[in-house]
């Protein structure tokens, strides 16, 4: 069975730092892109932040960018996110998600569309004094 499991959010004040652990199991991680992606409420989904498969190539949006670090480890199946600097705006609830690629819109991350999407299910990251 495909799974992914996101652990690491909380609650941190402005300026803080999270790391967020991304964990799969039921198949193989180095074969996938993964991404993080947030929702925060009244808002769309967006993507975060994304990791190639084949060279660990890594995407960010405008808005974390030089503040966020995405980062792979394929012997513990974890994919993970470094969150320093955090502001307010990044509250969201985090998922992340396998097939990520830069968008068609510069700076944008999406998911690829493919039989084998997976996702987990979320955690909640709320940044607030």
């Known amino acids: 069975q495909v799974q992914l499991v996101e652990s690491g959010g909380g609650l941190v004040q402005p300026g803080g730092s999270l790391k967020l652990s991304c964990t799969a199991s039921?198949?193989?991680?180095?074969?996938?892109?993964i991404g993080w992606f947030r929702q925060a409420p009244g808002k769309e989904r967006e993507g975060v932040s994304c990791?190639?498969?084949?060279?660990?190539?890594?995407y960010y949006i405008e808005s974390v960018k030089g503040r966020f670090t995405i980062s792979r480890d394929n012997t513990k199946k974890a994919v993970y996110l470094q969150m320093d600097s955090l502001k307010p705006e990044d509250t969201a609830v985090y998922y992340c998600?396998?097939?990520?690629?830069?968008?068609?819109?510069?700076?944008?991350?999406?998911?690829?569309?493919?039989?084998?999407?997976?996702w987990g299910q979320g955690t909640q990251v709320t940044v607030s004094a």
């Open positions: 998600a396998t097939d990520c690629a830069p968008g068609p819109n510069v700076h944008s991350i999406v998911q690829v569309p493919t039989e084998r999407n997976s």
């Open positions: 039921g198949f193989r991680l180095d074969y996938y892109a």
């Open positions: 990791i190639s498969s084949r060279d660990d190539t890594t």
